[in-house]
Nanobody, 123 residues
């Protein structure tokens, strides 16, 4: 059974930083592509970043220069480093995974999602 478990969310002041982690298990063929999505209240799920097994990345314009994605293939874990956080970054952040190699920020591309972790940016 495929399982993605996010951790690291919380409350942070504007300008602060958080690091999210996503541990993947149950996928015998390996996770080729992993990604982070977010969904704010009343809004659609938005692709934030993705990373392929080869390290290729795609970033949403809204987070370029502030967020960084990385992965530990040996541990099937992906990380999201968020710096200079803004109130508009407030959302539930979801980890996603796919067995294919191509990186995508389309939510319909990914068959597996975690339960999400809340990130709140507020003073």
């Amino acid at each position: 059974q495929v399982q993605l478990v996010e951790s690291g969310g919380g409350l942070v002041q504007p300008g602060g930083s958080l690091r999210l982690s996503c541990a993947a298990s149950g996928f015998t063929s390996g996770y080729r592509t992993m990604a982070w999505f977010r969904q704010a209240p009343g809004k659609e799920r938005e692709g934030v970043l993705c990373i392929s097994s080869g390290g290729n990345t795609v970033y949403a314009d809204s987070v370029k220069g502030r967020f960084t994605i990385s992965r530990d293939n040996a541990k099937n874990t992906v990380f999201l480093q968020m710096n200079n956080l803004k109130p508009e970054d407030t959302a539930v952040y979801y980890c996603a995974a796919h067995s294919l190699y191509e990186c995508s920020l389309s939510s319909s591309y990914y068959p597996f999602y975690g339960q999400g972790t809340q990130v709140t940016v507020s003073s």
